[in-house]
C-alpha cells in the first residue's frame, strides 16, 4: 500500500491565520513554503541598561517587527532544508545579506551636532585645521513649506552639515559631467521613466502595494520615520513611526532570482512627494526606484558592466544622480542614474598604486575621462577580494574603504588618490563608518574587534574588545557625541549588541609606552606634528615615521600612499563597552540610531526598536548595575 509522506510544515509561519490575501504556497524540494504577513510583537524584560558614572540609564524595548521571509521563485535552483556551509561546495548559493535598513524622514531635519571638522583640513591637506558651526540658525533653518511639498520644488540642503557652494562636487572639473537644464522644467524632480506595477521585465516578480495606501500617503506625518529594509528577494517600505499598521508594508517588491542587499536613500531629493532609492542586488543590477509615484529605472542590467554582487550602495553627497556602488570582485563604481550602459572595458591610460603586497587602486576609468556618455562615471579596482563596505565622510570629500583582504583605504575620492593604507589585526574587515565631526574612522570586523582610527594622526588609537564573534555593523551616536566625547554601538554574529563611549581623556596608556609618551589626557603615543608639515610627504616623511607605528611608501604617478603595519597589542589602548547585551537568538546585521530610538536588524528579519531614556522620567534611571547575559 503506498503512503504519502508526513506533511512538513512552512520553513516559516509568522501568520497562524491567513486571510485570503495570503500567497499560494510554493513547493520547493518538497517543503511548503508559504509567503505570510509581517508581525509585531512586544517582548517583555528586554531592557537595555546603559551605565553612565553613577546613573543606569535604560532604553526600554517599544517592540519587534518581524518580516516575512518570501518564499523562493519557482524559477531559483531548490534550496535544501539545511543550508549547505561548505566553503568548497559547488552549490549555487544566492549571496544574502540579512535585513538591512535605509532610513529617512520626509522633512528635513537639524543636524544632531553643535560642530563638524573638515577632512580636507587633515593630516593630508597643508591647510590649518578648521571648525565650522553644523548647528543651524532657527531663522536660517526652515522645515519643508507648503512650496516643498511640491515635487516641482527645488531641492532643500538643511539636512546637510556641508554646503554645496563650499565643497567641491565629485568630478567638477569635467565638463561633461555639469547638470543639463530641461527648460520650464528644470526644476522639476526628474523621476524614472518605467511604471513599476505594470513592468513586464522578468526581472521583477510581483508588487503588491498596501490597500490604504493613497489614504496613507493624504494623511502621512512629514517627520514619521520611513524605512526601507531586504529580506531576502523582498523589499518593502514601511512606516516605522505608524502606531497601528507599522507590521503592513506600504509596498513589497519581490525580485527574481535575485536578491536585494542594500539601499540608501538620498538626502538632498527628498520631499514630501519625492523619494530617490537606489538598490543593490545580489546579481549586480541596481534599481532606481520613487515610490510615491511607483516608477523605477534598472542600472547595470544583467550586469552588463559588472556582473558580481553589489555589497554596499550609497549617494554621493550634494549630487542628484551620482551614487557609488561596492562589487564583490573588489571594484568601487560610479555610476549616473540617469545615464545608459554599454559593456565597460578599462580605458588604457588608467592609473595604478602599487602597495607592499601588490596594487591597491587602479583606475580603470576616470571621473576626468572624455567619454562620459554612458555608465560608468568611474571605475576603481581596490582589490582582488570583495569589498565589504565603505562609508564618506561628513563633508563629503573622504572614502573610507574595507575588504574581505583585511585592509581599510583612506581615499580623496575628489581627486582619486590612495591616501592610507591600514591593515585588521587578522581576517577581513567587514563595517566601517565615520565619526559625525569627521575625525574618526570605525572598522569592524572577523577580528571580533571595533577598531578606531584617527584621520589626523594616521594610526590606530585604540581596539574595542567585547565581540565574540564578527563584527558585522559598527555605528555612531550623533545625539550622544560632542567634541569632547562620542558614544557609537556595534552588533556582530554573537547576537549582542555593544554599546561604547570613546573620548580623548579616558583611554588608559597602554602598558609598553614609554614614560616620555604618557602625556596625561592624550590618547595619542606622540605628538602630532603640525598639519601643515606631514602632507608634503617628500620633505616631511622622515618625521612622520615613529615608534608607534610602522609606514611604508609607495609611489605610483608622482602620488604616495603610506602603507601602515599591524599595531601590536602592547602599543594600542583597549576600549571596554558601557553595555553588552545579547538581544536576539540570531545573528545581528544592522544598527541605527534615531533622535527617539535605536534601531537594530538580524540576518533572519527581526527588527527591534528601544525608546531612549526620557530625561527627567524616573522610570529611565536606576542606581544599581542591571547585569544582561
Known sequence: ????????????????????????????????????????????????????????????????????????????????????????????????????????????????????????????????????????????RSSVDASSSDTNASPSTNDFSYAQNTVPAFGEGNALLLPGTFGKDSLKRRKPKNNILKSKSSFISRVIQHEALSKWLQERNADGLLAFANINRAFEWLDLSSSTHKADYLTKILFTKAHALCADVNAITKGLNHLDVIIGFSSGDILWYEPFSAKYGRINKNGVINASPVAEIRWIPGSENLFFAAHADGTLICYDKEKEDATFVAEENGITTNGPAGPTLTIQKSVNSTNQKLNPVSSWKLSNQKINGFAISSDGQHLAVVSEDGTLRVIDYLHERLLDLYSSYYGGLICVCWSPDGKYILT???????????????????????????????????????????????????????????????LHRPKASSVRQRERGSISSYMPLPLSNRYHRTDSLTSRLRSSSILSTESAGGEDVVTHEVEPKSNVAILPPVMSKVVEA?????????????????????IRTWDRPKEGRSDSQVTLSVSGP
Not at 41 to 65: F, N, Q
Not at 67 to 88: D, G, R
Not at 589 to 600: M, N, P, Q, S
Open 444 to 506: 569592524g570586523g572577523q577580528d571580533d574587534l571595533v577598531s578606531i582610527w584617527s584621520l589626523a594622526e594616521s594610526r590606530i588609537v585604540a581596539r574595542c574588545q567585547g565581540h565574540s564573534s564578527w563584527v558585522t555593523y559598527v555605528a555612531f551616536d550623533p545625539w550622544r557625541c560632542d567634541e569632547r566625547s562620542y558614544r557609537f554601538g556595534s552588533v556582530g554574529e554573537d547576537c549582542r549588541l555593544l554599546l561604547w563611549d570613546f573620548s580623548v581623556g579616558m
Open 1 to 140: 500500500m503506498f503512503v504519502l509522506p508526513p506533511q512538513q510544515a512552512p520553513l516559516r509561519t509568522s501568520n497562524p491565520n491567513p486571510t485570503t490575501t495570503t500567497l499560494n504556497a510554493v513547493l520547493t524540494n518538497g517543503i511548503s513554503m508559504t509567503e505570510t504577513h509581517n508581525v509585531l510583537s512586544h517582548p517583555a524584560g528586554a531592557e537595555l541598561s546603559v551605565g553612565e558614572g553613577t546613573v543606569h540609564r535604560i532604553y526600554i524595548l517599544r517592540d519587534e517587527l518581524h518580516l516575512a521571509t518570501p518564499p523562493p521563485h519557482p524559477s531559483e535552483a531548490p534550496l535544501s532544508v539545511q543550508p549547505n556551509n561548505n566553503p568548497l561546495a559547488t552549490s549555487p548559493v544566492v549571496p544574502t545579506a540579512g535585513t538591512r535598513l535605509s532610513v529617512t524622514v520626509l522633512n528635513q531635519r537639524s543636524p544632531a551636532l553643535i560642530y563638524k571638522i573638515n577632512t580636507a583640513t587633515s593630516a593630508r591637506s597643508g591647510a590649518a585645521q578648521t571648525f565650522h558651526s553644523i548647528k543651524e540658525n532657527s531663522e536660517v
Open 586 to 606: 540570531d545573528p545581528l546585521c544592522w544598527l541605527g540610531f534615531e533622535e527617539d530610538c535605536l534601531i537594530i536588524s538580524s540576518q533572519t528579519g527581526r
